[in-house]
């Protein structure tokens, strides 16, 4: 029987899995829900100050209806979502398990 790490397990954001690219110089996870738009769960710049979080971010407003970022944990994060439109909004998120704070952009 394989050793779990007692850490992982039932944890959502383990299930993940690895981190895939999702634009020149920002991974992290995402799904894509049918009326639901993007979900992007974790999401990270490889160098800060280069704009790759705010090119990737009016790429997603270009490319779907609907952008959905739960349980952002990071202000910098939270403030530019702020910026760019997004509301906060309690959803309930089942791949992560639970109702969580979603910040929302959807296109007009």
């Given at each position: 029987m394989p050793i779990l790490n007692p850490l992982a397990f039932d944890n959502p954001y383990y299930a993940l899995g690895k981190e895939s690219k999702l634009s020149k110089g920002v991974f992290g996870h995402y799904s894509?829900?049918?009326g639901r738009g993007i979900y992007i769960?974790?999401?990270r710049s490889t160098q800060q100050g280069?704009?790759?979080m705010t090119t990737y971010l009016e790429?997603?407003?270009n490319?779907?209806?609907a952008?959905?970022?739960p349980n952002v944990v990071n202000s910098?994060?939270?403030d530019m979502l702020k910026a760019k439109g997004f509301s906060?909004?309690?959803e309930h998120v089942p791949k992560l398990k639970g109702h969580l704070d979603v910040w929302v952009w959807k296109n007009k």
């Open positions: 894509v829900e049918p769960y974790t999401i280069k704009g790759y790429q997603l407003m490319d779907h209806m952008i959905r970022f910098k994060l939270a906060k909004k309690r």
